[in-house]
């Protein structure tokens, strides 16, 4: 039988007269396997009940991935087929009305024959009609313009980190750095140019005249390498509008797609859903968007999930 590396997560179950509780993590421990998921009970007192969760084991994330890239990177055929899968995993969650909300390399595992599989969902939820949602999410530096803004949200929010990622796949480097919300804004506008008063959000708190006109950069000139249909793609990905921003169906749609198609073909059995927070650990290299006439407006920012 062959022996699989996985992950065993261990959970105690706090009862009540076999009333759950709560859910408390106790440890996370690596252990060999042979499903690669399965549920073990442990022990079992009056007041408490052991479970083990055995997930698979990812031996690295994106970041890790990319650290350990060797110069010159990444070819093209590579990147291609990572945002490829990468899009796959977000549009299967945006078909199925779950916005992520916190995408960013080390949430992306990639294992050691090169698929990708999307983690860390402490951040998601599934959308609905005048759903609350906070304006902590998302890691800084793949954080939305409208997030950043505290203003209306949705899947848009999930397109703009991949666009980030997409550039990070080039540069092996993140694209804006910011170190607080505002200064964040600021790198975005000294990329993307500062739009116009006529774009910016209605009743925010930080009004257009904050930031001072900059023109937009050609992201040739960023990225040198990147191709044509590559940076076409790119500049969809981030749009400051969330109207004018390409969903992830459209983006496997695009032309930078449709020039040679990754390995594994288009279907979603080239990317992963893995759940499990925080599993990535590091190892050797080796839908359409539904905030429209379907779903409503997108939903305002609030400090309460």
């Not at 050691?112 to 959308?127: E, I, P, W």
């Not at 200064?183 to 008063?197: A, N, T």
């Not at 969330?242 to 983006?251: C, D, L, V």
């Amino acid at each position: 039988m062959s022996i699989h590396l996985c992950v065993r997560c261990e959970f105690k179950v706090i009862l009540d007269r076999d009333r759950v509780l709560c859910y408390r993590s106790a440890s996370v421990r690596i252990a060999r396997r042979g499903p690669l998921l399965d549920v073990c009970p442990g022990n079992r007192t009056q007041h408490e009940m052991q479970l083990y969760l055995v997930f698979e084991h990812i031996d690295q994330d994106l970041a890790h991935y990319l650290d350990k890239c060797p110069a010159p990177g990444l070819g093209p055929d590579r990147i291609r087929s990572l945002m490829h899968q990468i899009l796959n995993g977000v549009d299967f969650l945006h078909s199925n009305r779950i916005v992520h909300r916190d995408l960013k390399p080390q949430n992306i595992l990639v294992t050691s024959t090169g698929q990708v599989k999307l983690a860390d969902f402490g951040l998601s939820r599934v959308y609905g009609f005048q759903m609350a949602l906070t304006s902590g999410v998302v890691t800084l530096w793949y954080r939305a313009p409208e997030v950043l803004l505290q203003d209306q949200y949705c899947t848009a929010v999930d397109i703009w980190s991949c666009g980030c990622i997409f550039a990070e796949l080039f540069t092996r480097k993140p694209l804006f750095c910011g170190q607080s919300d505002v200064d964040q804004l600021s790198k975005i506008f000294e990329v993307i140019g500062m739009p116009c008063q006529d774009e910016w959000p209605e009743n925010i708190s930080l009004p257009w005249v904050s930031f001072r006109p900059l023109p937009k950069q050609q992201f040739q000139t960023l990225i040198p390498e990147i191709e044509p249909c590559a940076r076409d793609l790119l500049e969809r990905m981030l749009a400051f509008r969330q109207s004018k921003r390409i969903s992830a169906r459209e983006s496997l749609k695009h032309s930078y797609f449709l020039e040679e198609q990754p390995p594994g073909g288009s279907s979603s059995s080239s990317f992963s859903v893995f759940s499990p927070s925080g599993t990535s650990s590091p190892g050797n290299c080796s839908s359409d968007n539904f905030d429209d006439e379907e779903s409503g407006s997108p939903v305002r920012n609030s400090y309460s999930d």
